[in-house]
């Protein structure tokens, strides 16, 4: 029954489940003894916690020869622990590997809560990797409290992997728009062997490598080692930084993709100079070659709803430099005046255009006279 305090953790020597004594491991889904001494409806006994319960809690590899790992062989070593609250019987330890070898190795009896350490070896890795388990009690011999937690897997491979752990960038508030910044990061090789070759490190802001965004590393990188580089950066008003580690792919590495470090910085109160707003007049182009702007025509008189005046000549002018821009560059601004030009910028006319434009309006002005006139032709027959 769920009525008032009946439910005590499991004793050591597994009593329980009497009367509205109960002893249960759960305060959920259990019932009282109804009389006939049968538990009433305990999910979890506290009898069945009276087993062992044995598990693999460490594995790890180690090649033979550190320094040359080129013959692929290794060792390796686990921690076995009896997890339960009595002993357990003297077992074996197996470690099997995906190519087919194994190992067996006899456990003495581990006491509850006991640990032993042990290790394997030597095998040789077949190819670049091998998948290895280590399992105690394969064989099912000891009845556990759980059978299911007998084996750690893994996998131990024989290559380096360059990765980026520390990427420091500025804060964006400490940041200046449009000035040189720094970006710091740090390269470590968190694979099982040496890089054995240069590779580059490389900056980049907003998917475009900076000036001398990239660093040749030529020293070899052992497992474990670290290398420390800085860049300069410009500052625009969005900046999306990114550094990466091997960026030309020449290391082949266990991890391709863990190989960059990202930041974002992002500061209002400015256009990104890489596309600065140009308010000079630009200058007229004849067979691709730049001349100078027009000196005679001051844009800045010009000042909206109104206009400027200027005689055919400044318009004009002759094939100088200066008369060839004036003749073919002219800004919308000086149609500010009229209404429905008002709204429009950044208009260029030249002067054949003006020719156009002028031809156009005499015959439309033809057009309406003439239509005109034969309108009031036809009224004047009626």
């Known amino acids: 029954k769920n009525e008032g305090v009946d439910i005590h953790v499991c004793h050591a020597d597994g009593g329980g489940n009497h009367g509205s004594d109960n002893c249960c491991d759960t305060t959920e889904n259990y019932g009282d003894d109804d009389g006939d001494g049968v538990p009433g409806g305990c999910t979890n006994s506290c009898e069945a916690r009276l087993k062992p319960d044995l598990t693999v809690t460490k594995k790890s590899e180690t ?23 009595v002993d357990a019987l003297p077992c074996v330890i197996r470690v099997s590997i995906d190519d087919g070898a194994w190992q067996d190795s006899p456990v003495v009896q581990l006491n509850a809560s006991g640990r032993k350490n042990h290790t394997f070896g030597t095998f040789t890795m077949s190819g670049t990797s091998d998948e290895i388990t ?36 500025p804060r964006a508030g400490n940041l200046t728009l449009f000035t040189d910044s720094t970006a710091n990061a740090t390269i470590v090789n968190i694979g099982t062997v040496s890089t054995k070759g240069a590779f580059d490190v490389t900056l980049c802001v907003n998917g475009e490598e900076v000036k001398d965004g990239t660093f040749r590393v030529i020293e070899e990188l052992a497992p474990g080692d670290e290398i420390f580089r800085s860049f300069n950066w410009f500052v625009g008003a969005s900046n999306e930084i990114k550094v990466v580690a091997d960026s030309g792919g020449e290391i082949d590495e266990w991890d391709e993709g863990n190989n960059d470090a990202n930041e974002t910085r992002s500061l209002g109160g400015g256009e990104d100079p890489k596309d600065p707003i140009n308010t000079d007049p630009k200058p007229f182009i004849r067979g691709n070659l730049p001349e100078g702007p027009d000196t005679e025509i001051d844009l800045d008189e010009v000042t909206p709803g109104g206009g400027v005046d200027y005689d055919m000549d400044e318009l004009g002018g002759n094939d100088s430099t200066s008369g060839c821009v004036s003749k073919e560059r002219v800004s919308a601004q000086l149609f500010r005046s009229t209404p429905f030009l008002s709204d429009v910028s950044d208009i260029v006319v030249s002067s054949s255009g003006l020719a156009v434009i002028g031809a156009l309006s005499l015959l439309l002005l033809f057009y309406f006279g003439y239509r005109g006139e034969l309108t009031a032709h036809r009224r004047n027959n009626r």
Not at 139 to 161: F, V
């Open 63 to 85: 090649w033979i020869n550190p320094e040359s790992p080129e013959n692929r062989r290794y060792n390796v070593t686990c921690t076995v622990e009896n997890i339960g609250i």
């Open 134 to 169: 280590v399992r105690v009690d394969p064989e099912g011999e000891i009845d556990e409290w759980d059978e299911g937690n007998n084996h750690l897997t893994n996998t131990w491979y024989a290559k380096p992997d360059l990765t980026v752990t520390a990427f420091d960038v």
